[in-house]
């Protein structure tokens, strides 16, 4: 093949490549005003979600108090034990007890009538637990008559803090 065939065949190769990228470049021009209405409309929906969430959070508040960050529950809980993140596992022990993992327990704990009333301290119930915690293989789990005793005992214990 001859050097003018070459670059006859070089440039058969390109030009549908330049043509191409052309073509892109193009709709790419052609899209900044396509880009900013889809931003404006984005932000639209994005601000009506929010008000919606507002709503929504606003009409459906608990009427006990909920503590604003649970992960000190679970950082106080979880501390001195391999398995740090917060699990939601039930388990029945061979006497068909309950076990409940740090996510179970803290929803149990706010669930609970006294909880609801503002009665619980929910420091006093957290030492209370931390001295009665078992492992089970996958992390750290509260028998629920434990986890009862200790909302109970927290009542009990006078601490008028959360009143």
Not at 59 to 83: A, I, K, Q, R, V
């Amino acid at each position: 093949m001859s050097s003018n065939e070459n670059t006859s065949a070089q440039r058969k190769r390109k030009d549908p490549h330049t043509e191409d990228l052309g073509d892109q470049f193009s709709v790419l021009e052609n899209n900044p005003a396509n880009f900013v209405e889809e931003n404006k409309r984005l932000k639209l929906e994005l601000q009506k979600v929010a008000t919606e969430n507002e709503i929504l959070r606003a009409t459906s508040t608990p009427s006990y108090p909920l503590p604003s960050d649970t992960s000190d529950f679970y950082t106080e809980m979880l501390s001195g034990h391999g398995n740090k993140e917060p699990s939601h596992r039930i388990v029945l022990g061979e006497s068909g007890d309950r076990w409940l993992a740090a996510g179970s327990t803290w929803d149990y704990i706010i669930k609970h009538p006294l909880y609801t009333k503002g009665l619980v301290d929910l420091g006093n119930v957290t030492e209370r637990l931390k001295k009665v915690a078992k492992t089970d293989g996958q992390g750290v789990v509260w028998e629920e008559r434990e986890i009862i005793n200790a909302i109970e005992k927290s009542v009990a214990s006078g601490n008028d803090e959360f009143i």
